[in-house]
């Protein structure tokens, strides 16, 4: 559904998405964004919501990689502006928010 896709783009936060993959989302962005604020509180919260100690791990690993990743490109020249494809997709990817750390 690329209406959602856009949705969560835009706020995430204020999406048509489950709870619970709205707390992940706030998680890894603030690990990405905001990593040395992160405290206990963060991982309780996602607990809250449902997501065993292996989810949360996972979590983790895959924002970890992401991040990793991204910066890697971004380090080597693999990082070049892509003009085509869908224009709101696009300047989502571009803003630097949502879904390019998870």
Do not use: C, P, W
């Amino acid at each position: 559904d690329q209406e959602l896709v856009l949705e969560i783009g835009r706020d995430y936060a204020s999406s048509r998405l489950e709870e619970q993959d709205k707390v992940m989302l706030a998680f890894a962005e603030k690990l990405t964004f905001n990593h040395t604020e992160m405290d206990n509180d963060d991982i309780e919260s996602l607990k809250a919501v449902g997501f065993s100690d292996e989810n949360i791990l996972d979590i983790i690993a895959s924002v970890a990689y992401r991040n990793f990743s991204n910066r890697l490109n971004i380090a080597i020249g693999l990082d070049e502006d892509v003009t085509e494809g869908d224009q709101d997709l696009l300047n989502i990817a571009k803003s630097g928010h949502s879904m390019s750390m998870v």
